[in-house]
């Protein structure tokens, strides 16, 4: 059963910059695809950025230039890496995966596997 933690979330004032991390275990597949999801109050969970097993990145326009998504296989963990960071991007931030061979979406009902989120707060 795969299993995803998230860090590293906090309190930052607009301009600043934080790195989510992310760790994935219980999995067998190699190829899978991972990405970072944030839930906005009151909105609708969106994807930010996406990354797949051959290093294919996909980023929401909302965060383009200003985040960065990397995958460290053999630590088997994620990180989002937010600068510049704006108010409107408060939210819960989530990591998921599914096993996939193919580019990854940004479409959050893509994923199977879940964490538990990090909030972020950029006032």
């Known amino acids: 059963h795969v299993q995803l933690v998230e860090s590293g979330g906090g309190q930052v004032q607009a301009g600043g910059s934080l790195r989510l991390s992310c760790v994935r275990s219980?999995?067998?597949?190699?190829?899978?695809?991972v990405g970072w999801f944030r839930q906005r109050p009151g909105k609708a969970r969106e994807g930010v950025a996406s990354?797949?097993?051959?290093?294919?990145?996909s980023y929401a326009n909302s965060v383009k230039g200003r985040f960065t998504i990397s995958r460290d296989n053999s630590k088997n963990t994620l990180y989002l890496q937010m600068n510049s960071l704006k108010p409107e991007d408060t939210a819960m931030y989530y990591c998921?995966?599914?096993?996939?061979?193919?580019?990854?979406?940004?479409?959050?009902?893509?994923?199977?596997?879940w964490g538990q989120g990090t909030q972020v707060t950029v006032s």
């Open positions: 998921a995966s599914y096993d996939s061979a193919y580019v990854c979406p940004l479409d959050h009902q893509s994923y199977l596997y």
């Open positions: 219980g999995a067998i597949s190699n190829n899978y695809c």
């Open positions: 990354i797949d097993s051959d290093g294919t990145i």
